[in-house]
Antibody, heavy 123, light 108 residues
């Protein structure tokens, strides 16, 4: 069974940092493209960041570029999102999402989704 | 950045009726790299369609996708109670992988 389990969310003050983790199981993580997608309370979906199966290609949404860093550890079947300089507008449920790599670079498409972890940025 | 505009914002229908959801892109989407997701309250999104018209694994055939270029459509042939949810389109031809703002399909 495919599983993505996010952790690391919580309450943080504006300007603070958090590191989200996503533990993968039930599929070949090292051959999967991965993304983070977020959803502010009562709002729609917003793609945040993408990493290729090898980790060589990474993209960010303009709203987080320069503040968030995406990485992966294929040996540990894990995905990470380091979030710095957090703002109130970063408050959202953050979903880890991915798909089996079939060639090329497919940014954002995902058929595996975690349950999400809530990040609240507030003083 | 490709902007996706979904219409209508809300669709009020009865079970058994046909639902037609629209997604319009600000520029042409090559290879029809357009997906549709379903999201129910308190749940993660679920992939329904990719490449505009290919059903994801386990998706019933009452869901169909069509379109090309800048205009895409998700059709649910006969709504079942489990289909009332919010639907999002997403393009994945270029970064950022933008989503539409969503269409809520509610029970009339």
């Amino acid at each position: 069974e495919v599983q993505l389990v996010e952790s690391g969310g919580g309450l943080v003050q504006p300007g603070g940092s958090l590191r989200l983790s996503c533990a993968a199981s039930g599929f070949i993580f090292s051959n999967s493209e991965m993304n983070w997608v977020r959803q502010a309370p009562g709002k729609g979906l917003e793609w945040v960041s993408y990493i290729s199966a090898t980790g060589n290609t990474i993209y960010y949404a303009d709203s987080v570029k320069g503040r968030f860093t995406l990485s992966r550890d294929n040996a540990k079947n894990s995905l990470y999102l380091q979030m710095n300089s957090l703002r109130a507008e970063d408050t959202a449920v953050y979903y880890c999402a991915g798909r089996h790599w079939t060639g090329g670079v497919i940014v954002g498409l995902a058929d595996y989704w975690g349950q999400g972890t809530l990040v609240t940025v507030s003083s | 950045e490709i902007v996706l505009t979904q219409s209508p914002g809300t669709l009020s229908l009865s079970p058994g009726e046909r639902a037609t959801l629209s997604c319009r892109a600000s520029q042409s989407i090559s290879n029809n790299y357009l997906a549709w997701y379903q999201q129910k309250p308190g749940q993660s999104p679920r992939l329904l369609m990719y490449d505009a018209s290919t059903r994801a694994t386990g998706i019933p055939d009452r869901f169909s996708g069509s379109g090309s270029g800048t205009d895409f459509t998700l059709t649910i042939s006969r709504l079942e109670p489990d289909d009332f949810a919010v639907y999002y389109c997403q393009q994945y031809i270029i970064s950022p992988g933008t989503f539409g703002q969503g269409t809520k399909v509610e029970i009339k």
